[in-house]
Structures are given as C-alpha cells and as structure tokens.
C-alpha cells in the first residue's frame, strides 16, 4: 500500500502545480460556500466545514481532514487525482462546463454525475485495495456516497437512486471479480 506521503509524491510528480490549501483560509471557496448555501436553500451548509475540493492544481482541504485517517486521506486524494486527470483532459473551462451545465445545474447534472462516477469508483477502489473486501459490503459506505449523488451535496444532481445503486453495486462486483485472490 502507497501511503498519504507516496499518494501525493505521485500526485505532485504528475501534477506539479498541485497544492493543498486550508479551505476555511480561501475567499473563492467562501464564495462558493454562500452561493451553494442559496441555491440549495441552505440543504447544502457543509460545503465550507466538511468537504474537500480541486479547483485548478489546487485541494482546499476541509477543517475535518485533520481528523482523517491515513486511509482515508489516501482515498481522498485518488479520488481528487481523478479530477485532476479530467481538468487535463477536458481543459480547465470543458471540465467546468461540464461540472456546472449539462443538463440543469441542480437536479438533473448529468455531466457532474459523469465525472463523480468516474472519481466515486476510484474512491471504493481504493478502500477496497487498503482495507480488504469488507469494505465492499460496507452499507454505510454504499449508502454514503448514494446519498452525494442523490442529495443535496452536489445538488441533487441525479434524481435516480436506483440507477445510482445499480452503478455502486456494478462496481462493487467488477472490484470482487478483478482480485478475487487478492481479499
């Protein structure tokens, strides 16, 4: 297993413009928090307290990630790597667009749910390549990152819970069939 210090060698090597920015210290990200606060009726107030974003080569780090495991870290930062990966793919403005605007920005964002899936699977990956394939039957943790895609985290941005179950539950047995051995 690569460690949290590994983890962001080779994130910093493939990225080298990468940094990690306490979030609570970022007028942009208090920005965002208020206008998220707006738009979703005050349903999303933890943007601020409790989530970690990539903007850029940039991770605004929540005030929790000091209570994270090394674990977890390592999980997070897959997961950030992932959209560091579609900002060099799609460019800086693509990957916005397709963050904010197909098809509404609230409730049906189907290019933000896309690009979730895409780092959400990289997240249980990790898990599951750091703790074992207990994690793979971990109903909190399904019901966790369900509930990012199907709430008010990302603003509701797929209304389908089942089609959201049907993908984690794919992923979960793609995990098992891939290193059967391995757990």
């Known amino acids: 297993m690569i460690g949290f210090e590994g983890t962001l060698a080779e994130i910093s090597a493939e990225f080298p413009r990468f940094r990690l920015v306490p979030k609570p210290t970022s007028w942009l990200m208090a920005m965002i928090d208020r206008f998220l606060r ?3 009726f005050g349903q999303q107030s933890r943007f601020l307290a409790e989530y970690h974003t990539v903007i ?5 780090l929540a005030p929790t990630w000091e209570q994270l495991s090394e674990v977890d870290r390592v999980a997070l930062l897959r997961h950030e790597r992932v959209h560091l990966r579609q900002r060099k793919r799609y460019g800086f403005f693509g990957l916005a667009f397709l963050y904010l605007f197909p098809i509404f920005p609230l409730g049906l964002a189907y290019g933000r749910a896309r690009l979730e899936w895409e780092a ?3 997240t249980v990956r990790a898990l599951f390549e750091m703790r074992g394939k207990a994690v793979l039957s971990d109903r909190a943790l399904r019901e966790h990152i369900i509930g990012r895609f199907v ?7 797929w209304p389908f819970r089942n089609r959201i179950e ?5 992923l979960v047995l793609s995990l ?3 290193q059967p051995s391995r757990h």
């Open 151 to 157: 709430g008010p985290d990302y603003g509701w941005m």
């Open 56 to 60: 850029g080569y940039t991770l605004y």
């Open 120 to 122: 959400y699977s990289e």
């Open 166 to 170: 049907k993908w984690y539950d794919q």
């Open 38 to 40: 707006l738009v979703t």
């Open 176 to 178: 098992v069939r891939e």
